[in-house]
């Protein structure tokens, strides 16, 4: 009997292609332990509130509000509510065509939209027009929808960093293009070389691929670095040079734990280049409420603004989102809550602002801690966090832990991670999800957990690291260089 298609052998071959580490074996094999009754920490995933985070006050009382307008006819509403709340309960409820039960506009609420393009607008001192900003279910759909869009086939190839979040790897694999990697130095805090960039396109049409688009991180996942103005001009004329879309992923602007580098937005150097350069280079740039100190991953709200993308081409665009109808609507009230924030006066802005800097100052000294914590450690070498959720540590395998995974069928820094995992409960993610240079291997962990939890955690990390170099190491003090 021929196979049905929805058997194994004969479904999409995209679809088998599709790798994603972040819930992958490591993932799972946690999912297992703590089923059995191990304590796990799962560091695996920038997932704040799942590590403790608490949730901000301010913007779950106008969406608990939202969600029960009827709360808003109660006498005693203004007993258990702040009167901004209250207020902007009212403003965003007049905003939908029904409440939060009914379909938005395809692209989202356009008083949403216009909130999004006036934050952009104080952000970068750049003009912002709503109808090139659509709200999505989180930032990774805005992603797909934009790939989707520039990859016809296994001959179009999109510039991707690594290491690389795996969205990026898994949507190209799923549509059917080519990934075109182009590595960050790992020495120079994971900076960026035009020239490598230059080669990484030369390798790509040598085999026939057309690149089409660069992807940027930044602040970077997995890695944590800080762009600085004068690579994003770099990068932007690169890609003018060599006429392809740049995609901005910009979800952790918020998330900046050094002064030197501040975050500064593709869109912000893009139009300070001025002609040609701002008027010709296409710019994706996307943002997000699951990270920085809101971290609301569970909401799925985002949103993207297309720069000098051609009117049709949006259209076209507008009409794949609309086979979704509407991304979801609270998350849309989040993001107008994000994006237009509570001001000097009002009655919650104290509040808001302690819960938001208390959150920032934490993830700051953790960030230290972690990388402090992992440089202690036996083979171990890692970058400053300076930005995003993550710490990247380069660790050191010695030859006979290598055999070791071999024989046990494992990528090196899979063997590793699972062991840790085993022996300490730790959930982190191997740096060959994230992709990595011949022979180098990392693991990928976040910097959330409670900042009274990570001593305990970094020293259950320093004791299985030092036992588990001490069974593979030849001889003390193998080499760390």
Request: charge should be neutral; glycine fraction near 8%; aromatic fraction near 10%.
């Amino acid at each position: 009997m021929a196979p049905k298609a929805l058997d194994y052998e004969s479904m999409n071959e995209n679809v088998k292609k599709v790798q994603y580490a972040v819930r992958g074996e490591l993932y799972l094999r946690a999912s297992e332990l703590q089923k059995e009754g191990k304590k796990i920490i799962f560091t695996n995933v920038g997932n704040p509130h799942a590590l403790g985070q608490r949730p901000l006050t301010f913007p779950r009382q106008v969406v608990a509000l939202c969600q029960a307008p009827f709360l808003l006819d109660d006498p005693n509403v203004g007993i258990v509510f702040p009167a901004d709340a209250i207020a902007r309960a009212k403003h965003y409820l007049s905003l939908t065509s029904g409440g939060l039960g009914a379909y938005s506009d395809s692209r989202g609420i356009p008083g949403v939209r216009k909130e999004v393009a006036e934050f952009i607008e104080r952000r970068d001192g750049y003009p912002s027009d709503p109808e090139l900003i659509f709200l999505t279910d989180g930032a990774s759909k805005g992603v797909m929808q934009t790939l989707n869009c520039v990859i016809r086939g296994e001959g179009d190839g999109v510039l991707v960093p690594v290491p690389q979040y795996p969205l990026y790897s898994a949507t190209i694999s799923l549509l059917g293009g080519s990934l075109v990697p182009y590595y960050l130095e790992e020495t120079a805090n994971w900076g960026l070389d035009i020239i490598d960039l230059r080669q990484s396109v030369a390798q790509a049409r040598s085999k026939g691929i057309t690149v089409r688009a660069m992807v940027i991180i930044n602040p970077g996942n997995p890695t944590g670095q800080c762009l600085s103005e004068a690579n994003l001009r770099e990068i932007l004329r690169f890609c003018y040079q060599e006429n392809l879309v740049l995609l901005g992923d910009e979800v952790y602007q918020q998330n900046i734990y050094q002064d030197e580098r501040p975050f500064v937005s593709s869109k912000k150097v893009l139009m300070d280049m001025g002609l040609p350069f701002s008027k010709e280079v296409q710019l994706v740039s996307f943002h997000t409420v699951s990270k920085g100190y809101w971290g609301e991953c569970g909401q799925r709200g985002g949103y993207f603004e297309m720069t000098n993308i051609p009117p049709k081409t949006v259209d076209e665009i507008y009409k794949i989102a609309s086979i979704a109808l509407s991304p979801n609507v609270p998350a849309q009230i989040f993001m107008g809550l994000m994006v237009n924030p509570l001001k000097p006066g009002d009655i919650s802005y104290e509040q808001f602002v302690r819960e938001s800097k208390g959150i920032l100052e934490s993830l700051r000294r953790r960030a230290r801690m972690m990388t402090d914590g992992f440089n202690s450690c036996r083979n171990v070498v890692c970058n400053f966090t300076e930005g995003a959720m993550y710490s990247f540590p380069q660790i050191r395998l010695p030859p006979k832990a290598i055999e070791a995974a071999k024989r046990a069928g494992k990528v090196p820094d899979v063997f590793y991670c699972l062991r840790l995992l085993e022996a300490t409960g730790i959930s982190t993610v191997p740096g060959s999800g994230f992709g990595q240079k011949e022979g180098v291997f990392h693991l990928r962990t976040t910097i959330l957990p409670a900042e009274e939890d990570m001593p305990a955690i970094m020293e259950s990390f320093k004791k299985f690291n030092d036992e588990f170099m001490e069974q593979y190491e030849d001889y003390r003090g193998y080499s760390r260089m």
